[in-house]
């Protein structure tokens, strides 16, 4: 069972640029759906950037509204997780949460989107100022 685990504030400018780190506590680079979340103050949860890594290969998913400015990543050596945003808007300002559990073999990043995670971070707010 992977424990991830984030917290803090970040603050930035419209079009600047944030990322995110998430630690966890296990091994993320065997068959593992990686998720980033946000919610909005009065909003749903919002999936914006997901990945499935195993060691022959993985991919990712991404919502449209953050896809070619939202990069999720992992280095499986130090076993985090991270969330590279740029061209940053007021309207992704948000609490963002990692999420991050094992799954079988050829799971794949668009299954990953829809995944029922378990494990999950304490979430990092994020305010982009305009």
């Known amino acids: 069972q992977v424990q991830a685990e984030e917290s803090g504030e970040e603050s930035v400018e419209t079009g600047g640029s944030l990322r995110l780190s998430c630690a966890a506590n296990d091994d993320t680079g065997m068959n593992y759906c990686l998720g980033w979340f946000r919610q909005a103050p009065g909003k749903e949860r919002e999936g914006v950037a997901f990945a499935y890594v195993a060691p022959n290969g993985g991919n990712e998913y991404y919502a449209d509204s953050v896809k070619g400015r939202f990069t999720i990543s992992e280095d499986s050596a130090q076993n985090q997780l991270y969330l590279q945003m740029t061209h940053l808007k007021p309207e992704d300002t948000a609490k963002y949460y990692c999420?991050?559990?094992?799954?079988?073999?050829?799971?794949?990043?668009?299954?990953?989107?829809?995944?029922?995670?378990?494990?999950w971070g304490q979430g990092t707010m994020v305010t982009v100022s305009s």
């Open positions: 999420a991050a559990d094992r799954v079988r073999l050829g799971y794949g990043a668009r299954r990953c989107a829809t995944y029922e995670y378990t494990s």
